[in-house]
């Protein structure tokens, strides 16, 4: 593996850089796989998941020891287990540590495709919280929204739009996460093909593209929300230094956060770096702010209201589904769909300022 020698040159100065060792595991050719479980569908199967060494960081989280062929596993396509990157599940403690999840909040996963990151925050809110799962990428909003419907996220409304639409949604979630487009030179090692599309250029391009992302989508963060800022670039333009941005920038203030040292993750400026010499992972930076101004949120209004079912087509839908006081069944975009009554008004809400493709649990439809 011929990793680029202008991105080896600019990580001299980055915390926790070991040239020799970085090298030494991108030639290894070392493969990691890790997947994390769904804790609602694993219990309701009585499953147990046989491994040798869980995720330190992600409660419900492994490794395994060599990659099978996920596509002929049933289990997989019912979305009993998410494949996903270790260092991306360390978002776990990052909410643990700085958002009380009893409590009913709203939280925007912006740039949400495929699906791991709002699969794993819809398995640590409580069935009153919102998830706002949004990808602006019409093809990779059709597999975000697949992902979502394995899983079984009630408590989920699926979007398709830019950054700037939320700013119609000024102080109404109470987290923000922002995995932002990069350079993507953090999975060289699992995606060597990668390496053609890195260049100078575009690292800087990616820095710019996020500052506009971030920009955008921070009037619709509460005061004292959290905003979640994460990569899966080595390059300081693209971390360390977007988060210098948006402390200097912005009535914004970085949260530290505390790290098991047993981890070996490596504190950069309030933030994290995933080097994969140092943990079982590939490269990822995180970092987490608070916002420090933003009015109380006006009461919110829907322009368009979904339609509940009849109560005679309720009847009939008692005969295929458990009918019970907390859900609404309301008429959707192609049939009914199960949504909890807590939630309805902010679904109605979203219907009406945004371009959702998916809420709720799709139960069927209703013909003749």
């Not at 890790?34 to 199967?45: M, Q």
């Not at 008004?345 to 709720?360: I, K």
Request: proline residues 4%; charged residues 25%.
């Amino acid at each position: 593996m011929q990793l680029p020698a202008a991105l080896l040159t600019s990580l001299e100065s980055a915390n926790g850089f070991d040239k020799d060792a970085f090298l030494k595991v991108h030639e290894s050719g070392e493969q990691v796989t890790s997947i994390r479980v769904n804790p609602t569908k694993f219990e309701i199967l009585n499953l147990k998941f046989k491994s040798e060494e869980k995720i330190p960081w992600a409660r419900n989280g492994f490794y395994l020891q060599e990659r099978p062929s996920f596509t002929f596993d049933p289990l997989f396509h019912a979305g009993c287990y998410y494949v996903q990157e270790a260092s991306s599940m360390f978002l776990e403690q990052v909410l643990k540590q700085t958002v009380d999840l009893s409590k009913p909040i709203k939280i925007l996963d912006l740039c949400a495709a495929p699906g791991g990151k709002s699969t794993h925050i819809q398995s640590l809110i409580n069935q009153e919280s919102l998830l706002v799962s949004n990808e602006v990428i019409k093809s990779r909003n059709n597999i975000l929204k697949d992902n979502i419907i394995k899983w079984g996220c009630e408590n989920v409304v699926v979007t398709n739009n830019d950054p700037k639409d939320f700013a119609r949604l000024e102080n109404y979630f109470d987290v923000i996460v922002v995995d932002a487009p990069c350079s993507g030179s953090g999975l060289f090692r699992k995606e060597p093909e990668a390496i053609n599309h890195w260049s100078e250029n575009n690292v800087q391009l990616c820095s710019q593209r996020q500052q506009r992302i971030l920009v955008d989508v921070l009037p619709a963060l509460k005061k004292d929300g959290v905003l979640i800022y994460s990569t899966c670039s080595y390059s300081k333009e693209e971390d360390e230094d977007i988060a210098e941005w948006l402390t200097g920038e912005f009535q914004i203030e970085n949260i530290k956060l505390q790290i098991d040292e047993s981890w070996n993750i490596v504190k950069s400026s309030n933030s994290c770096r995933f080097w994969p010499d140092k943990v079982k992972g590939e490269g990822f930076f995180i970092a987490v702010f608070k916002k420090t101004e933003g009015s109380d949120p006006e009461k919110r209004r829907a322009i368009k209201n979904l339609t509940e079912v009849s109560k005679k087509g309720i009847e009939f839908v008692k005969q295929f589904c458990i009918v019970t006081d907390e859900l609404s069944f309301v008429n959707g975009f192609d049939g009914v769909y199960a949504v909890n009554k807590y939630l309805l008004n902010d679904v109605n809400f979203l219907n009406s300022n945004l371009r959702v493709s998916y809420f709720g649990v799709k139960a069927g439809e209703l013909m003749r």
